[in-house]
């Protein structure tokens, strides 16, 4: 068994064992840091790692930026942030959708290669700073649909029973929303920027529709936090504008990465 497999293995068993702590934390309505949860997070991310490491994601030739290692690298970025930050304050909730995300990463990530490309300091800041802001708007997309189902749980009086009764008040889940949201889209206005400085040309054929809707993705995010501050956007306003601009952040670079490698062939 390769270091890729059985690193992968171990990746994946860990999350679904996250998922079940976190799970079992919300049931009981637990409150604080979960040593535990953080310990099993951390193993996670760290055999996650060394899997991407060990098939080739980093080669000779460059970095493997195909659309499964590249998923499954945003996926497990996003674990990490979230296992971090359970250090400080409460984020695990949002480990309920995401780690059993990242465990389906896995296996893909085992089974196909995607081209790999030379990179320059420059471009591979850009890839940095794209992956982080993938990964933190992600975690506010997650974030955002406990905050539809406490919304739409308070309005049938449904908040006393089940797992979202372990949620935060509602004020305290948008507030959280918001400084993911400014935080993704600092990271996004970064990627942007380098993206102009560094790569040739953005506008070139195969990456023109990736930039239009990565830029769409920027106007609506930034639509969200100025309309929060300046007229007061909270709740559901909130939860679309998020959704939308994860969305078309997604299909910019994901959907448009599946189309050039498995129907054109690029």
Not at 10 to 35: D, E, H, K, N, P
Not at 59 to 75: K, R, T, Y
Not at 175 to 197: E, K, M, N, P
Not at 240 to 256: I, S
Request: with cysteine.
């Amino acid at each position: 068994m390769t270091i890729a497999t059985s690193s992968g293995i171990a990746a994946l068993l860990l999350y679904f064992a996250a998922t079940l702590l976190v799970l079992r934390r919300l049931q009981r309505a637990r409150t604080g840091r979960s040593l535990p949860l953080v310990l099993v997070g951390f193993g996670a991310a760290a055999a996650h790692a060394l899997c991407l490491w060990d098939t080739s994601f980093f080669s000779s030739e460059g970095v493997n930026l195909g659309l499964f290692p590249m998923a499954s690298l945003v996926a497990g970025t996003g674990a990490a942030l979230v296992t971090a930050v359970g250090l400080f304050r409460r984020l695990e909730w949002v480990g309920a959708i995401l780690f059993p995300l990242c465990a389906l990463s896995i296996p893909p990530l085992l089974w196909f290669q995607g081209p790999s490309y030379a990179l320059s300091p420059g471009l591979g800041f850009h890839v940095l700073l794209s992956i982080l802001a993938s990964a933190v708007l992600g975690i506010a997309a997650m974030h955002s649909l406990l905050i539809l189902l406490q919304h739409r749980a308070l309005k049938r009086g449904h908040i006393r029973g089940g797992v979202l009764r372990a949620l935060p008040p509602i004020q305290v889940m948008e507030s959280l929303l918001f400084q993911l949201l400014w935080a993704g889209l600092l990271f996004l206005s970064a990627a942007i920027v380098t993206g102009f400085v560094y790569v040739d040309d953005m506008f070139a054929q195969r990456v023109a529709h990736k930039t239009v809707l990565t830029l769409g993705a920027w106007l609506l995010f930034a639509m969200l936090v100025l309309g929060n501050r300046w007229l007061g956007w909270r709740a559901l306003t909130a939860v679309r504008f998020t959704l939308a601009g994860f969305l078309v952040l997604v299909l910019g670079f994901f959907g448009t990465q599946l189309v050039l490698e498995f129907i054109l062939r690029h």
